[in-house]
DNA sequence: CGAACGGTTAGCATCACACGAACTAACGTC
DNA sequence: GACGTTAGTTCGTGTGATGCTAACCGTTCG
């Protein structure tokens, strides 16, 4: 049993490397259209998951000095994806937050496969859907007992949706 | 029927950005550590789906000029991610080649959520399982039948393996 | 009040990219 | 073979982003 298990659970993740190989490459994503540094993008990308983080601590995480943060968080506020406020208790600490037009950019960078992908689920039977549905909702729960073991935060919304 | 079947696509497709959330931003991703510039990113990108591809496409993808794209691609082969070699029936030609770092760097930072995927799907029991295999199996069946229908190359290992 | 802290600014250096110009090798046509 | 065109590389120049240290200012805390 164990054996065909995990032959199964081989099989799964190969074919599912092979699906995100055919999107995962999509000369369409936005990334080859968005004027974005790589500095900027971590910046961005830690503000998915960290959102009004004070700037110590994006230091810690970009491994540069405030002086060089402050340089790519105005070019991100420049470019109106980030904004910075003042932290309600200590009025010296400034929380970096995404604004909408950051979270969007950023979106459709991640979504890079989206379309192709859509395409492909409109090519799929009922009956397949139906699984593929049950599956994900089953994927997400997963997903929400592992978050709760590694005491990781959920996105809002993701869990104002399980009810 | 239609308007049972656009609900299902829509909550398939819900499901699925949810699932993508979590794992899209994951700060392990490989993107902080490894020294890449947007632009030679951009380039990697690019050889993944077309490698071996002459430097005059690569500028036209790209909107820069042979002489800016030689210097990033200087700079890729400095670093061990690209190869150039001469084409077979024009010798003025150079074909810019994905190495196998390069496509291992690409595929660690394409890959962010892979781990913690791997972690949902050991969750999972094996009816569920089966009908992720299915339904990837059928993923992969439209993928091609779409490739087909947009004259869109395949990935070798991914056209060998259907037979 | 003074020391410590968080963030910003200025100055400087480096790197990558971007372009046009010049150059060389290669190609195709006559 | 001569010639015009093409593909790519190199060079020089300029720009922007990043990176650091030092100085500065406002804020916090003992």
Same mark, same amino acid.
């Given at each position: 049993?164990?054996?065909? %298990?995990?032959?199964?659970?081989?099989? !799964?993740?190969?074919?599912?490397?092979?699906?995100?190989?055919?999107?995962?490459?999509? %000369?369409?994503? $936005?990334?080859?259209?968005?004027?974005?540094?790589? +500095? +900027?993008?971590?910046?961005?990308?830690?503000?998915?998951?960290?959102?009004?983080?004070?700037?110590?601590?994006?230091?810690?995480?970009?491994? !540069?000095?405030? @002086?060089?943060?402050?340089?790519?968080?105005? &070019?991100?506020?420049?470019?109106?994806?980030?904004? &910075? #406020?003042?932290?309600?208790?200590?009025?010296?600490?400034? &929380?970096?937050?995404?604004?909408?037009?950051? $979270?969007?950019?950023?979106?459709?960078?991640?979504?890079?496969?989206?379309? @192709?992908?859509?395409?492909?689920?409109?090519?799929?039977?009922?009956?397949?859907?139906?699984?593929?549905? #049950?599956?994900?909702? $089953?994927?997400?729960?997963?997903?929400?007992?592992? @978050?709760?073991?590694?005491?990781?935060?959920?996105?809002?919304?993701?869990?104002?949706?399980?009810?």
């Amino acid at each position: 049993m164990t054996i065909h %298990r995990n032959a199964l659970l081989l099989r !799964v993740m190969t074919a599912e490397q092979r699906l995100r190989t055919l999107f995962a490459y999509d %000369r369409t994503n $936005r990334i080859f259209s968005v004027n974005l540094t790589m +500095q +900027q993008l971590k910046v961005l990308i830690l503000l998915t998951r960290h959102d009004g983080i004070p700037s110590q601590e994006l230091t810690r995480h970009l491994g !540069v000095t405030l @002086a060089t943060l402050s340089g790519i968080v105005d &070019r991100l506020v420049a470019h109106g994806y980030a904004t &910075r #406020t003042e932290d309600l208790h200590d009025r010296r600490i400034r &929380r970096i937050h995404l604004s909408p037009a950051g $979270r969007e950019v950023l979106t459709e960078i991640m979504d890079s496969g989206n379309r @192709a992908q859509q395409r492909l689920l409109a090519r799929l039977d009922d009956e397949t859907l139906l699984m593929l549905e #049950t599956v994900l909702t $089953r994927l997400l729960d997963a997903a929400r007992a592992d @978050a709760l073991e590694q005491g990781v935060d959920i996105p809002d919304d993701l869990e104002s949706h399980s009810h």
